[in-house]
Structures are given as structure tokens and as C-alpha cells.
């Protein structure tokens, strides 16, 4: 080749080439089936199975739930409309929905309830969203208290002694601070346990007979229904965690007192089935109170699920404790941080986050085992389903009683399932 022909020759491309649309197996759709679908004989043969199986059961399933009778007054008037074939009779969810939502509640104070779900969404927004005001966070703190009131009634001074017991530990905590960590600790546990059972109930007393204020007094037997359940179960929840964040710290201390007790604690709830602290809850702590002493059994059993879901969080946060590497707490040391801020600025936001799946999953089952309390006479959605199914009208339906009890804690267990997958996305700082 010539000296002026090599010269007059390019080697790299002077012009762009037009754009084209990737092979039709590489984009869309089609992409994504052929990469999670049939990416190989055994995807492609479940995915086919798979198929089979979905078919089956709407072809199953899909007639029964057609032909749906949502205006009936009992099973028998079902039966009628359908005329032999098969359906689903809703009528009953119509008929009993109020039951299956309030229990006993008096119909003319559902809208106590159901305000006090609605101020639950509010508060929970200054905790869990970032982009709600931090403002707000003020009534998340009184929320409890006025959640109690608006479900409970009663004197409206009654809440307020047992939040001024709060107030005491935190007096406590910070008059006691000179002395250590675990003699401010223990005043802050003390105080209000002590405000509690000797000047709580004397303060609403002469509160209530100077300015009467409250709201109609509604007894712990008529609750029932999902109202019993979120009750119990957002309790639990907000009340285990705190605790098991501190019994998982406890367990870590090199202090032998506090260490054992935790353990205990943990090793022994842990050991022992729901059930059977139920039963205690409903039996024996009676035992162990003053003769004449009322004390609540929505209010036992709630302390009895928040230590049995508090032992489960334990663990799960020590999990994310002993994954942290050990320069974590060299460089708080470093930074000459105490124990307390320490855990709260360097150590426990990274423990949570890698705790976040095993949280939430004690959460959810927690929230599920709600059900187990019809075994001590409180009728949660399961037992009120069986009183509904023994009476002459509704005697003998199954399927749609408990396909919408599944389906509204579906809904309630799907959204802590999706909430713990946006915390961790939020949280994420590897960027894989």
C-alpha cells in the first residue's frame, strides 16, 4: 500500500452511527421474562407449573367468589338466592362488621375508636417518615396517654398522674446523673413506679373533685374484634422495643447484676410459650396483688406480650450488636463520648439498621399472636367469628369470616413487611 493511500485512509469513524433498538430479546418484557422465567430448564418448568397451579385455582375459586351475595340476613337466605349453586355469602361481613371491628364497643362511641386509629397514623408520622415536621414528634410523646383516655374514658386526670409518673423518672434520671450510670438508671425505674402506687391515684382524686372532666367510662369486656388487636398489638410493639433495646444492652454490661437479670429475663421468656403466659396473666397475677385490687386484663395481657416480644427484640438487637466491628466502639472512645451517647449516636443506629428484618419479623408475630388471647375469654376476631358462627342465623359458614379476618391482618402485616423494606432502602449506605 502506498504512502498516500495509507494516509488518506481513517482509522477511527468520523460520523456517529444512527441509533437502533436493542434485539427484541434483549429489552422490555420479553427481557425480563427470559432472564427470571426460562433462563433454564428447571425456570422454565416451574414457571410452567406455576401456571398450572394459579389456572387450577381461579378456575376453582373464581365461580365461588362470582357469584357473591353481599343482601342476605342469614346462611339459610343465602342459600336461597344461590339457588344450589355455589358462592360466597358476604352477607355475613355486612351483617357482623361492626362486631367483627368493635366487639361490645357501644355503637354510639365508635367514633372514639376510630379517632383514636386515626391520631395512631398521625403520630407514628414524626417516627417513621423523615419528611414529617419534627414538631409533631410532641404528640407522639402525649399520644399514648390520649389514646387511653379516647378508648377508656373515665376521669381525664387519670392519664395525666400516670404521665406525670414519666416526668418523675426523668426528674430522677437527671438528679441522680452525678452518682453513675446505673444509680441514675435505677432512680429513673424507681420514681415512677413509686409515683404510681402511692400518689397517682390520690392526685386524680382530688384533681376529678375539683375540675370533673372525662368522657363516658367504657369496661375492658366490651372491647373485642380488631379493636382488641390493635390495641394489644401496637402496644406490644411500641412498648418491646424500648425494652428490648435496654435487656440487649444489659445482657452486654459487664456489670454481674444487671447482667444476670437480663439473661434471665430473656433465657426464661424465651422458654416459655405465649400461651402459657397468658394463662398467668389471666390466673395468677392475682395472686400477687392486694386483696381488692382490680387490675385490668387488657392491661395484664399487654405486659405479658410486651416481655414476651421485649426477650425476641433482645436478641435480635445483640445480633446487630455483635456485628458490629469492635473500631465502632474504639472510636466512640476515641471521640471521649460516655456510655449513653455513645450507644445513642454511634452504636445502636447501626446495630437497628442491620437489626431492621428480625424487628419487624417479631413485630408481625407479634401482632399475629393477638389471636391467641380468645384462649382467656377476650374475643379477638377469631373468637368473636366463632360466636357469630354459633348463632341459628349465620350457623355453618366458614370460609368468608375467616378469608376477611386473614385478609385485614394481611393488610396490617403487609404494610410492617413493606415499611421495613423502605427503611432499609433509606438507610442504605453501600450502594450495591
Not at 429489552?27 to 433454564?40: D, H, I, T
Not at 405465649?274 to 399487654?302: C, E, K, M, N
Not at 458490629?324 to 443506629?349: F, H, T
Not at 402485616?413 to 449506605?429: A, D, K, N, V, W
Request: hydrophobic share 55%; charged share 15%.
Amino acid at each position: 500500500m502506498s504512502d498516500t493511500h495509507a494516509q488518506t485512509v481513517a482509522f477511527v469513524r468520523d460520523t456517529m452511527l444512527p441509533e437502533r433498538e436493542p434485539p427484541i430479546l434483549e429489552r422490555g418484557a420479553v427481557k425480563w421474562m427470559r432472564e427470571n422465567l426460562f433462563n433454564g430448564i428447571i425456570s422454565t418448568a416451574l414457571t410452567v407449573l406455576s401456571v398450572l397451579v394459579v389456572a387450577w385455582g381461579v378456575a376453582e375459586i373464581g365461580p365461588w367468589l362470582m357469584r357473591s351475595i353481599w343482601d342476605a340476613e342469614s346462611l339459610s337466605g343465602c342459600r336461597q338466592i344461590l339457588d344450589g349453586a355455589s358462592g360466597a355469602c358476604w352477607a355475613v361481613i355486612k351483617d357482623r362488621w361492626h362486631q367483627l371491628m368493635f366487639g361490645f364497643y357501644p355503637p354510639d362511641l365508635y367514633w372514639r375508636p376510630v379517632l383514636t386509629l386515626i391520631l395512631l397514623f398521625v403520630a407514628l408520622g414524626p417516627i417513621l417518615f423523615p419528611w414529617v415536621p419534627r414538631g409533631m414528634i410532641r404528640f407522639s410523646a402525649i399520644y399514648p396517654f390520649l389514646g387511653y383516655f379516647l378508648l377508656w374514658g373515665g376521669s381525664v386526670w387519670f392519664p395525666v398522674s400516670v404521665a406525670l409518673g414519666f416526668v418523675a423518672g426523668y426528674a430522677a434520671l437527671v438528679a441522680f446523673r452525678s452518682l453513675g450510670t446505673l444509680v441514675s438508671t435505677i432512680a429513673a425505674i424507681i420514681a415512677p413506679i413509686l409515683w404510681w402506687l402511692i400518689a397517682a391515684g390520690t392526685l386524680t382524686a382530688v384533681l376529678d373533685s375539683i375540675v370533673p372532666l372525662g368522657l363516658e367510662r367504657v369496661d375492658s369486656d366490651e372491647f373485642g374484634g380488631f379493636l382488641i388487636s390493635l390495641v394489644i398489638g401496637f402496644t406490644g410493639i411500641g412498648l418491646s422495643l424500648p425494652m428490648g433495646i435496654l435487656l440487649a444492652l444489659g445482657r452486654q454490661s459487664n456489670m454481674i447484676l444487671i447482667k444476670s437479670v437480663c439473661v434471665t429475663f430473656i433465657e426464661f421468656i424465651r422458654g416459655v410459650p405465649l400461651i402459657t403466659l397468658l394463662f398467668t396473666a389471666q390466673l395468677l397475677l392475682g395472686y400477687f396483688l392486694p386483696p381488692g385490687t382490680s387490675f385490668d386484663l387488657i392491661l395484664r395481657v399487654v405486659i405479658m406480650v410486651t416481655f414476651f416480644a421485649a426477650a425476641y427484640i433482645a436478641e435480635v438487637v445483640r445480633g446487630g450488636l455483635a456485628a458490629l466491628p469492635r473500631g465502632q466502639y474504639e472510636a466512640a472512645d476515641a471521640l471521649g463520648l460516655d456510655y449513653w451517647r455513645a450507644q445513642r449516636l454511634i452504636i445502636m443506629p447501626q446495630a437497628l439498621k442491620i437489626s431492621i428484618p428480625g424487628i419487624v419479623n417479631t413485630f408481625i408475630g407479634l401482632f399475629k399472636d393477638t389471636t391467641l388471647v380468645v384462649f382467656i375469654g377476650l374475643l379477638d376476631p377469631v373468637g368473636l367469628s366463632n360466636a357469630i358462627r354459633a348463632s341459628s342465623d349465620w350457623q355453618g359458614i366458614y370460609w368468608e369470616l375467616f378469608i376477611f379476618i386473614g385478609a385485614v391482618f394481611f393488610i396490617f402485616c403487609f404494610g410492617m413487611s413493606r415499611y421495613s423494606m423502605y427503611l432499609e432502602r433509606r438507610l442504605q449506605t453501600d450502594h450495591r
